[in-house]
């Protein structure tokens, strides 16, 4: 049971976007600070934009910032809206349901249920707290200029995500 | 957000034998009654099998029964069973994560909490709940001799299953 890729990178995109409250981040930047592709990150900061999340400045000088303070900013309600459903199973979609027991199927109600209580955690936390340890995420995002400080120091800026890991979890 | 089929199609398999608890069922009748493939129900009976939920009796009138009550066998602890993960997100496997703020970020504890909540709720039902409205259950199944039945009324036996749910839903 996983969140689709497009939700989770919703959230780095919100919580880096928190993280650097005082200048726009462009896509480019945020492409390199979590190593992925720059076109995903285009189309799914295009979707928090119209979502009312973030605000994109357009130019060469351009790029994306909260429109809200984190602290106003529901993580539940978010993922409410970025993650195509939540369909936990089949039979919650009628169109798309085979199962001929759906209508007195009591496994239905309870996985609602779960949904429900799933999503009344994630209401109960806002994108402030996910971004809280701010300094620390600025250790461990990908950045341009520490990887040149760091090949300027002889350490291999091609390094690769395993070691990158061990290095952050040893900090 | 989904539970896989194969965690679906386990409670769609446990459900049915709660609701026939004098006999065996095969896989046969299983497939028909919910108009999936007999190799994924095979497939899925096996692992049920394997778990200690139920027992196989192999040969010629062989099939699957519960190997327990029904009112003791807990929801949460199936799926948390037959579903392949609970890796809600990337960075709850170490192995596949390339996230590089997972160790600072507070994403990954409130999806923690998240699910964790989700499967509460479903360790508070039985297999014996979700099969509580047998009688109506009963009436649900593709059965080859209601379909015998139907089509000696003149009654397509293959109508569609949009008609089906509607008949269903009229009930």
Known sequence: MQLTLHADYSLRILIHLAAHPDRLVD???LAQA???SRHHLVKVGS???HLGYVEAVRGRNG????????????VGAVVRRVEPDFDIAECFDRGRNTCPIAPACGFKG??????????RVLDSYTLADLARRRATLEGLWWSPTREGANS?????SGRT?????????GS
């Open 63 to 74: 790029g994306l910032r909260l429109k809200k303070e984190p602290g106003l900013i529901v």
């Open 110 to 119: 309870a996985l609602a249920e779960a949904r429900d209580a799933f999503l």
């Open 152 to 156: 300027a120091k002889g350490v291999k």
């Open 161 to 169: 995500k395993g070691a990158r890991r061990k290095a952050s979890e």
């Open 47 to 49: 979707k928090l934009a």
């Open 34 to 36: 979590y190593g992925v």
């Open 27 to 29: 896509a480019g930047e």
